[in-house]
């Protein structure tokens, strides 16, 4: 006789609706995936988490909390930034593919004279979304992945989707500026470097609390940082090394502004932890930092305009001067 066993049905014990495996593994309470908090043992349900913070934090005033103690934010935008350079990718293989200097430019690579005449700044944002061949995608997939899902984790999404942003903008904002308008360069390695710099003003800023972990960290990313410049150099891995640096600085920047900042509210009960560098409370970091590089594409815009004039009259001069030369003097 065969007997069949109906398998049980288990439900989040806060949404009644929601079907879940998942369990706290403190309390062992069935949890649904909006009320798993991360923590650095596991999953645990909201009721735990505020009942070991309280019972954690009794005795803490004003220092700043370890950010390892907190549950850490869920990726998001590390996953649509992946997907959405494939897409394009793709796309730009269907065109005429990823390597012909038309269809970079025609996906709005950062490409000098469009911008510089025809006024097509907003190249500075499209070309961190653009990668010139598979290896180049690949390499900084990789990179993305290895280092966005840890920022976003610890800076929370907000911050790392804007940091992110910014330190792109700025580092296709140095590679114009410094090479010059008649160059074009494509790819997230400027902002993936920003999250690099993220993680190493994070890890320095937490360095007395976290020691030897932040050391180590902080070591093994100014050591990626030294091989990938030298790679840039030397030509064996193409790179626009300007970019790198210009991501890499504003990113440590953006990343000790908006480090998180933990605190504990004695005020309220149960007692409640803070972000006191959240992003509502540092809104005018992002403001400045987008007033900044505005005017610093102002300045290289009529910079290079007039460098080019110049260069444009003393060509034209030297054309009159040899096709009209002046009488020689006896």
Not at 67 to 78: E, M, N, V
Not at 235 to 240: H, L, S, V
Request: proline share 4%.
């Amino acid at each position: 006789m065969t007997i069949e066993v109906t398998p049980k049905i288990t439900v989040c014990y806060r949404h009644s609706q929601t079907e879940t495996s998942l369990r706290c593994n403190r309390c062992n309470k069935y949890i649904c995936a909006k009320c798993a908090q991360r923590s650095p043992v596991g999953f645990r349900c909201p009721d735990c988490l505020v009942e070991l913070e309280d019972r954690f934090y009794s005795n803490v005033k004003d220092e700043t909390l370890n950010p390892f103690d907190r549950a850490l934010a869920q990726p998001f935008f590390t996953y649509l930034l992946i997907a959405i350079n494939l897409v394009v990718f793709a796309a730009m293989e269907l065109q005429g593919g990823s390597t012909n200097d038309d269809v970079l430019i025609k996906f709005g690579a950062n490409y000098g004279p469009l911008m510089l005449w025809d006024n097509q700044w907003w190249r500075l944002f499209t070309y961190m979304f653009l990668h010139i061949g598979v290896q180049h995608l690949v390499f900084n997939t990789i990179g993305l992945m290895a280092f966005g899902l840890e920022s976003e984790r610890l800076y929370g999404q907000a911050k790392f989707i804007t940091i992110y942003l910014l330190t792109g903008l700025f580092g296709g904002l140095l590679s114009f500026a410094v090479r010059g308008p008649m160059t074009f360069s494509a790819g997230a390695s400027g902002a993936i470097f920003g999250i690099i710099g993220m993680q190493l003003a994070f890890f320095a800023f937490y360095y007395y609390r976290l020691g030897d972990f932040s050391s180590q960290k902080v070591k093994s990313m100014f050591t990626l940082i030294g091989v990938s410049l030298v790679l840039g150099v030397s030509g064996i891995m193409p790179a626009d090394n300007w970019a790198h640096m210009g991501g890499l600085v504003s990113g440590v920047i953006l990343g000790y502004l908006l480090a998180p900042r933990y605190a504990v509210d004695q005020t309220k009960s149960p007692r409640r932890i803070y972000d006191r560098a959240s992003f509502v409370r540092r809104w005018w970091v992002s403001l400045l930092a987008i007033l900044l590089f505005m005017a610093g594409t102002w300045n290289m815009s009529n910079y290079w305009q007039n460098n080019f004039n110049n260069t444009k009259d003393l060509i034209n001069d030297l054309r009159d001067l040899i096709e009209n030369p002046p009488p020689s003097q006896p």
